[in-house]
């Protein structure tokens, strides 16, 4: 898959994912509602990453991937996963570009720290109201940064 | 294979995105039409009241994305009904509306969204807010699109003779590229600790009280009961670690993050306000404030001039340099919709007219001038006096220039080394006409 096409499915599987969640959260199905926003910012910050901080769709040794992947100053490859990884993930690589809100929601908390892909096998999955309540605005405000991202030509 | 002649080029996509615009705002659609940071086009449209239909959506699309070549965003037609958030775009505080529109019944409005990387702060164009630079308190800034027209020098000249008709007056040298008033009006032992880079450093870790920012001018003594202080751009240091300047200036445009966020602008206005409440504390709050901004088209000019002053005065020698750079600048405030916001509070200064020919020179600058100004004034027939088109030879309008003469002697004056400089004969000459319009503009406000 070309990363032009990574980008563009990442886009739009984060509004599909948002979407979903928003249906299972008003009908009160937490967990599943709660994996979806987790896959929402996940598609979100991998559309940034691939449009806007010189990610590919290339693993370290050269060969198409599933999984967008970085490159330090160093030469180090990072593969860019799952929440709450990815999270700190475009934490650090925003780090030192001025001016970003991106950046600054980022850092300022992290509702997706106790987040594990791994729930979504487990029989019910203990949420309160509150983190949920978190978890929707913070997916809320990293979508809406997407969309700005992408009308404006730049990570705001 | 694009040839060079039909090769759309950044200025030509504007007209073409525009033509759009009126097309879809002529359906009754809210346009706002937005430029990203390299430049392309799209157009967001309001489809939640009237619908757009796919085909018409779909005929825009491709028009725009035919005629704007490379300065086509990707998507050229955003609809608020595909949009995640569509307030964030109709809604955001950038939008500026599009100068001489007239919305109609049934037609829509147009905005523009124009993200640069810099400049945002050239609009829109305010005064300060009377709480912000406190009750009687006048800002004022000085500003030359060109360097080296002596602004420096006539920042401390008006800074000194307003002081001496009883004002305190507060000189901030924002010129934090070359620091100009700061090293003409204190010697380095009355430097204080730290300058308005420190300021801009330090407040955007929330770290910003208790700095020394103000000292009284060097070796000037004022008359009367006036004061004269000076917020330099670098400080002298504590003295336990080197004082690294550049290091700190490198890291003052920014952004900060945080909720909310401040911009650039934000801190600087910051800084000022911080200084104005120094010298307050220590004495009483300052009558005038004079700004000595930095030249050229930056953004330490831009906040300065559209936000942080009362009057701006122009600084500028007859060269097509000055006029050029002036015609710039106004096109883009007319273009966003400021003209009559900044044509009410600039006056132009010709601060560097030959003592020889004095006449024949201002008058050629006033011509010139009134040229470049007539972007901002209104466009009206000869019968017409209902706008703002002041003839070139209206005295009081803000092309006419206060004159400055120009003399070799002032040329490399060092103020702190050469004490009582500034009351030579030929000094005060040359000065006299801009010091006495000058004081009037700001003590009066006429």
């Given at each position: 898959m070309p990363p032009s096409s990574a980008q563009d499915d990442y886009a739009h599987a984060a509004l599909r994912h948002y979407r979903d969640a928003v249906y299972l959260h008003d009908d009160k199905r937490l967990p599943n509602a709660d994996h979806h926003y987790g896959f929402a910012v996940e598609c979100a910050l991998k559309s940034l990453l691939l449009r806007y901080l010189n990610a590919t769709m290339i693993d370290a040794r050269g060969r198409p991937s599933h999984y967008p992947w970085t490159v330090d100053t160093g030469g180090n490859h990072t593969r860019h996963g799952h929440l709450p990884g990815i999270w700190s993930d475009v934490a650090t690589l925003l780090r030192g570009r001025t001016g970003s809100t991106l950046g600054a929601v980022l850092t300022s908390s992290a509702p997706f720290a106790s987040w594990d892909v791994a729930d979504r096998y487990l029989k019910a999955p203990s949420l309160s109201t509150t983190i949920m309540t978190q978890r929707k605005a913070a997916a809320t405000q990293i979508l809406t940064l997407h969309q700005q991202a992408l009308i404006t030509g730049a990570i705001q | 294979?694009?040839?060079?002649?039909?090769?759309?080029?950044?200025?030509?996509?504007?007209?073409?995105?525009?033509?759009?615009?009126?097309?879809?705002?002529?359906?009754?659609?809210?346009?706002?039409?937005?430029?990203?940071?390299?430049?392309?086009?799209?157009?967001?449209?309001?489809?939640?009241?009237?619908?757009?239909?796919?085909?018409?959506?779909?005929?825009?699309?491709?028009?725009?994305?035919?005629?704007?070549?490379?300065?086509?965003?990707?998507?050229?037609?955003?609809?608020?009904?595909?949009?995640?958030?569509?307030?964030?775009?109709?809604?955001?505080?950038?939008?500026?509306?599009?100068?001489?529109?007239?919305?109609?019944?049934?037609?829509?409005?147009?905005?523009?969204?124009?993200?640069?990387?810099?400049?945002?702060?050239?609009a829109p164009v305010t005064t300060p807010r009377t709480e912000d630079s406190g009750v009687g308190t006048t800002r004022i800034a000085l500003y030359g699109f060109k360097g080296g027209v002596g602004r420096s020098t006539a920042t401390f000249m008006l800074g000194k003779h307003l002081a001496d008709q009883g004002s305190c007056v507060l000189v901030l040298d924002l010129d934090l590229e070359s620091p100009g008033s700061g090293p003409l009006l204190l010697r380095e032992e009355d430097t204080p600790q730290y300058g308005l880079v420190d300021h801009l450093v330090e407040f955007a870790l929330g770290n910003a009280d208790g700095l020394d920012l103000v000292a009284t001018a060097s070796g000037i003594s004022v008359a009367g009961n006036g004061e004269l202080w000076v917020a330099p751009a670098r400080g002298r240091g504590s003295g336990t670690a080197p004082y690294t300047y550049v290091d700190k200036l490198n890291r003052v445009y920014g952004s900060v993050p945080g909720t909310p966020s401040l911009t650039f602008a934000d801190r600087l206005e910051q800084a000022v306000t911080a200084c104005e409440a120094a010298v307050a504390a220590r004495s009483r709050r300052p009558d005038v404030i004079l700004l000595d901004s930095r030249a050229g088209i930056h953004d330490i000019a831009a906040v300065t001039i559209s936000r942080l002053c009362d009057l701006a005065l122009l600084f500028g020698s007859d060269n097509s340099q000055t006029w050029n750079g002036y015609r710039d600048l106004f096109t883009a405030w007319q273009a966003s919709g400021q003209a009559e916001a900044i044509r009410d509070k600039v006056k132009m200064v010709a601060s560097m007219v030959p003592d020889t020919h004095r006449a024949e020179y201002l008058s050629t600058f006033r011509d010139r001038s009134w040229a470049c100004f007539s972007i901002l004034y209104d466009d009206l027939p000869?019968?017409?006096?209902?706008?703002?088109?002041?003839?070139?030879?209206?005295?009081?309008?803000?092309?006419?220039?206060?004159?400055?003469?120009?003399?070799?002697?002032?040329?490399?004056?060092?103020?702190?080394?050469?004490?009582g400089w500034s009351e030579q004969r030929f000094v005060q000459a040359a000065y006299d006409e801009f010091l006495t319009t000058a004081t009037r503009l700001i003590l009066e406000g006429a």
């Open positions: - | 294979m694009t040839t060079p002649d039909t090769t759309v080029r950044f200025d030509d996509a504007w007209p073409v995105a525009l033509a759009v615009a009126r097309a879809t705002a002529a359906q009754g659609y809210d346009t706002v039409l937005v430029r990203d940071i390299l430049g392309r086009f799209s157009l967001a449209l309001d489809d939640r009241v009237p619908k757009v239909s796919s085909e018409s959506a779909d005929r825009w699309r491709t028009e725009l994305a035919e005629r704007l070549g490379r300065y086509a965003a990707a998507n050229t037609v955003l609809l608020a009904s595909d949009l995640f958030a569509p307030e964030a775009v109709f809604e955001s505080p950038h939008l500026i509306d599009l100068p001489g529109q007239e919305v109609s019944q049934g037609h829509g409005r147009i905005r523009v969204l124009d993200n640069g990387v810099v400049g945002e702060d050239w000869a019968d017409d006096s209902t706008g703002f088109n002041p003839s070139p030879e209206d005295l009081s309008a803000p092309h006419s220039p206060v004159p400055i003469l120009f003399t070799l002697d002032l040329v490399g004056l060092d103020g702190v080394s050469s004490p």
